[in-house]
């Protein structure tokens, strides 16, 4: 018997309803046990959205569905007019989904890891001897034994997608959705969740793997659903009228410099970075990349006043200010995860925020093919755009230092052509752009040098 059976006459989210447009569309899916189902597609056409309809999220917690969903011998239908509502906490035994932003997945409510991927045991009841098993089992698939004792807050990016896929793992779901699982894994990590993927099918596991076309773990699929190009399907051209960079020094004298500097996570006395020297010239991209938890994030909020760190640390010549709105007049930020740094009700506000003109805001939105959304709320945007999002308040503040953390994470083609492109063109204004990345083919392609940074430990 198939683990899920699948049948979508169309969904709408409720706020977009176009019963000539509707989001997902005459969308049939089969997962039987030890299946690996890919389900691609450019950015906005609906992947996480299908997701979230087999885990159960939509349509009861929003959205207008025509269709049914079966586990086993058990079915629901939908319908607009009604909308069943279902218990989470059990659909999760049949189905667990991990979303792209796999801190939203973490409780907060623990102080280490191994607490954090007992959580959903302790909470369905188990013996204290059951969680340690269960913990075991994951801890050893996943390589996690040397992060047990850590606050899971305080993560890097890859540890903490790591982690959230531990605590889905070890509630044992008959199926598992993964939303873009390899973004932001460094080799190492991408061949253990690999190697993860191939026992879980092995063990009579279904898996549904949520990915643009570049996703890393393509080729374990046993079948595939391909929901489409972008809907938008081009890439933005500047204006004509573009803006002028901000005046500084000329290309080629000193952008960012670090000297000697030790960065430390919150909380802790030993640094993660240490001993770091590197120099970014105006005019020039480096890219840095290196193992998960190596500190890469921690340096670049170190540079921005966002975390301790002693050493020397100077933009454009002058000591960086230890103060993130003091060092904010030079260095402009791009986090990690979007959603930390948007805060106001818009698009367009938010683009405007700490743009240097009106014309400014108004062409990095339309640069970054945000366009149409400038009314929308910033969090009702899907991944790729709030990704862009990120990037147009960056560029629209005309630093002459630019940090960019893992900016290719959820974007496809079209999103990444217009990263590069903006990547190139404050490059050639005199800007020193600082990546961070463990997309080396990104790097290659962007940066006039690549510095691997090492994990400390």
Not at 10 to 19: A, I, K, P
Not at 101 to 121: H, K, M, N, P, Q
Not at 446 to 453: G, M
Request: aromatic share 4%; charged share 25%; hydrophobic share 40%.
């Amino acid at each position: 018997m198939a683990l899920l059976n699948l049948g979508i006459e169309s969904f709408h989210h409720d706020e977009r309803v176009d019963l000539q447009n509707p989001l997902l569309c005459d969308v049939h899916v089969e997962l039987n046990p030890g299946e690996v189902l890919a389900v691609t597609g450019g950015s906005g056409v609906g992947k996480s959205t299908l997701g979230q309809i087999m885990a159960g999220i939509f349509p009861s917690n929003g959205g207008q569905m025509r269709g049914f969903i079966e586990f086993g011998d058990q079915r629901v239908d939908y319908r607009p007019e009604d909308r069943p509502q279902t218990d989470l906490s059990e659909w999760s035994r049949c189905a667990a989904y991990l979303p792209q932003d796999a801190r939203s997945y973490l409780s907060a409510a623990r102080a280490t890891v191994e607490e954090e991927i007992a959580f959903g045991l302790e909470y369905r009841g188990m013996t204290r001897d059951e969680q340690r098993y269960e913990v075991a089992r994951v801890v050893g698939t996943l390589g996690l034994s040397g992060i047990l004792d850590r606050d899971p807050m305080e993560l890097s990016g890859g540890q903490e997608r790591l982690v959230a896929l531990a605590c889905v793992l070890v509630l044992r779901p008959a199926i598992v959705i993964l939303d873009e699982p390899g973004a932001g894994l460094d080799p190492e990590t991408t061949m253990s969740v690999r190697e993860s993927i191939d026992a879980l099918a092995a063990d009579g596991m279904g898996i549904v793997l949520l990915a643009g076309y570049d996703e890393p773990f393509l080729d374990r699929a046993t079948h595939r659903l391909d929901l489409g190009e972008s809907p938008t399907g081009f890439v933005p051209r500047p204006r004509a009228c573009s803006v002028s960079p901000a005046e500084g020094p000329e290309t080629g004298s000193p952008g960012l410099e670090l000297r000697g500097v030790d960065a430390y996570r919150p909380g802790s006395d030993v640094p993660v970075v240490q001993n770091l020297s590197l120099s970014v010239a105006l005019g020039e991209c480096v890219a840095v990349t290196g193992p998960n938890g190596a500190g890469k994030t921690t340096m670049l909020r170190a540079i921005m006043g966002l975390e301790r760190s002693t050493g020397r640390i100077e933009a454009r010549g002058q000591p960086v200010p230890n103060k993130p709105a003091e060092a904010a007049r030079d260095i402009s930020i791009m986090l990690q995860n979007p959603t930390d740094q948007l805060s106001e009700r818009t698009v367009y506000a938010q683009v405007l925020a700490g743009a240097q003109s009106h014309l400014a805001a108004d062409q990095a939105v339309v640069d970054c093919g945000l366009g149409f959304q400038c009314d929308e709320h910033p969090l009702e945007l899907c991944a790729s755009q709030r990704r862009l999002l990120s990037l147009a308040a960056v560029i629209a503040r005309q630093t002459p230092v630019l940090l960019l953390d893992e900016p290719t994470v959820s974007l496809d083609a079209v999103g990444r052509s217009i990263l590069e492109r903006h990547i190139r063109r404050r490059v050639s204004w005199g800007a020193a752009v600082l990546v961070v990345t463990h997309d080396e083919a990104f790097a290659d392609t962007v940066a006039q040098r690549v510095i691997r940074l090492e994990s400390a430990r």
